[in-house]
């Protein structure tokens, strides 16, 4: 399990593998040149310049070396030393140039991942149904893209650069040791024990990932509730501040907050242990080494400039290996987050095309809605609802609130599918035909006017920006009365009018969603109380623009105000999820029941 986790994480760099390749021929060139500096120039340094004598080399030694051994120990003293301040600037500068293309190519590959990761969560949530938004909520899904991409990206770019420079130090520093130890006659037994030592630091760093990802996953689960949080009431600040509410959120942003302090904490506590750990580790493989190498050298079994090479080398050695050590820790967060983004990445739609499904015809004679049940989470909404509507029909659903009306003309565009029962167009059930070709012949204006933060031209064009031309986009403006609050604007059809046309007024944002529908010119429309929260004034031009748009179209429509459908072709009366009345609005208010008594209610109050 754990290896197909990484072997998961990983693959999102195959698509980069050259980028990669790049990096890594840069981190072995980096370290190449720096341990040739380390370890090389000490030898010379130790032995023929600060020594009297000249450089010692094994019988063992391979016969390039002691040739070119030999070659050193003929140069002047005072010569060598500047030969080995050239060579050690030549080197530098080699590996410093290597050094920031590596970091910089696999900073880019970081990039590269996260890039692709954050596209491919988008596309997934552009094409998930609206049942698994209504049980993730937004802020949750915003953490996804925004604080999981983030470690991920923090495992390409940091983690796996520490991984792939420190595999790459070891292996290579690996090799230097053994180097030095056949060339310079270093006992093997001094190796061998130094080489024990290092692995036995794995048994705390692995029980300590065990514990540090059960801690990530509650961390990344705070984090999302943070954005849940900041989205909810920033989004709601009105609310939060008419009812006073300040502190409140507040307090229960600062318990939140608090949490992810301590949840940070524990991880920060048991990472930051592993650091002594190493080091004790490290400092206690030096020692030894230390220790014997030194007897040895004091008895003569080889020079002070190979040991301090074997030293130096087994140092360098140290250090990658601790470095790796701290990886796995920093794994667990990325691990953790790369599990929450695959189980987003593999959700299954609740709503999707069949295979092989048709596009469906334009709609020439009815929809049929025919023992249509729904239920949502095991939580019955809708029972035995059968309507009809033939083209150019006008049927209004009215009931009291909670009662399932919008629920019910929501099954209509497939935002949800019907538990049992069906919805058909011209006989076609809709679950049968491809979504878009559905979509395709439905407007929706709705009570809660969604709009972008874009220009009002973008807005009403939305769905066919390329298509449209500015013609036709005025045209649609004019008929939903639109036109002239749009030239008053400062920039006219190019205003930018806000997150969620902040910058507009609620008659405004309803004519431009109605502009939106004119110019999209559906055969079906679904109005949703479109007009229930605006003055009289404002109503009144909304209502205008909605009979123009309503005009040879098949239409179902929720009214709050029932006044708006007495001319509707039929109404049916929803309550507690079923039909309880059906008829015209003088069928209905002879009948007594519901609808009249909904339609005095009203009455009463607007005389009042």
């Known amino acids: 399990m754990a290896y197909n986790e990484y072997k998961r994480m990983f693959g999102y760099i195959k698509p980069h593998m050259s980028v990669f390749v790049v990096a890594l021929i840069f981190v072995i060139i980096a370290t190449v040149v720096g341990n040739a500096a380390s370890i090389g120039m ?63 190519m696999i900073s880019d590959l970081g990039m590269r991942v996260v890039r692709d990761v954050r596209t491919n969560l988008y596309a997934k949530f552009m094409r998930l149904s609206l049942d698994y938004y209504s049980s993730n909520p937004t802020g949750k899904l915003v953490s996804r893209i925004m604080f999981d991409t983030s470690q991920i990206n923090n ?27 056949v060339a310079f006659g270093i006992s093997w037994k001094l190796l061998v024990v130094t080489m024990v030592l290092l692995p036995l630091v794995v048994y705390p760093i692995s029980k300590i ?5 059960k801690i990530s996953v509650k961390t990344q689960d705070t984090a ?33 907050s608090n949490q992810f302090y301590k949840l940070s904490m524990q991880s920060i506590k048991r990472i930051t242990a592993l650091s002594p750990i190493t080091e004790l580790m490290g400092m206690a493989c030096a020692l030894i080494a230390i220790w014997f190498g030194v007897r ?17 080398a087994l ?70 609802v059968s309507l009809e509507a033939k083209v150019g029909d006008v049927l209004a659903i009215v009931g009291p609130s909670g009662a399932g009306k919008t629920t019910l ?72 009365n639109a036109h002239d609050f749009i030239k008053g604007m400062p920039g006219g059809y190019d205003t930018l009018i806000g997150e969620r046309g902040f910058k507009l007024s609620g008659g405004e944002k309803q004519r431009l969603a109605i502009a939106r529908a004119i110019l999209k010119n559906p055969p079906i429309l679904i109005l949703d109380e479109a007009t229930s929260q605006l003055d009289t004034e404002s109503e009144r031009l909304v209502q205008g623009a909605i009979d123009r748009l309503m005009g040879g179209r098949t239409v179902f429509v929720i009214a ?49």
């Open 42 to 104: 000490v030898i010379p340094l130790v032995d023929r310049i600060l020594g009297s004598g000249g450089i010692i080399v094994s019988e063992r030694a391979p016969v390039f070396l002691q040739g070119f051994i030999d070659r050193i120990n003929g140069i002047p003293r005072l010569t060598l030393l500047n030969y080995l301040a050239l060579w050690l600037l030549l080197f530098s500068v080699v590996r410093e140039v290597c050094r920031y293309y590596q970091t910089y």
């Open 155 to 181: 495992a390409i770019s940091q983690t796996l650069a520490d991984l792939v420079l420190n595999v790459a130090q070891l292996l290579i520093n690996l090799a230097m040791v053994i180097f030095v130890t």
């Open 209 to 213: 990932s065990k514990k540090l990802r």
């Open 224 to 256: 999302a509730d943070i954005n849940i949080s900041l989205i909810e009431t920033i989004s709601g600040i009105r609310i939060v501040k008419a009812f006073s509410m300040e502190d409140y959120e507040i307090g229960r942003f600062k318990d939140i």
């Open 296 to 312: 040895e050298v004091i008895n003569g079994a080889y020079s002070a400039g190979g040991f301090v090479a074997f030293l130096t």
């Open 315 to 384: 140092l360098l050695l140290v250090k990658p290996f601790n470095r790796i050590s701290r990886i796995p820790p920093q794994l667990q967060q990325a691990l953790a987050a790369s599990n929450r983004i695959h189980e987003i990445l593999n959700t299954i739609p609740g709503v999707q095309d069949k295979p092989d499904a048709p596009v469906l015809p334009v709609i020439k004679n009815k929809i049929s809605l025919e023992d249509v049940h729904f239920s949502y989470e095991d939580k019955p909404v809708l029972k035995d």
């Open 409 to 480: 003309i929501n099954l209509i565009p497939r935002f949800y599918d019907v538990s049992k029962g069906a919805i058909k167009i011209d006989g076609v059930d809709i679950r049968d035909v491809k979504i878009d070709s559905l979509l395709g012949q439905i407007g929706v204006v709705t009570q809660e006017t969604i709009l972008f933060n874009d220009t009002v031209r973008a807005n009403i064009a939305y769905g066919h920006i390329d298509k449209m031309s500015d013609k036709k986009i005025i045209e649609a403006a004019k008929a939903a």
């Open 560 to 608: 709050h105000r029932l006044s708006t459908i007495r001319h509707a072709t039929q109404i049916a009366v929803i309550d507690d999820g079923t039909i309880a009345e059906r008829g015209t609005h003088d069928e209905l208010m002879k009948k007594g029941g519901t609808y009249k008594r909904l339609y005095d209610m009203q009455f009463a109050v607007a005389k009042h």
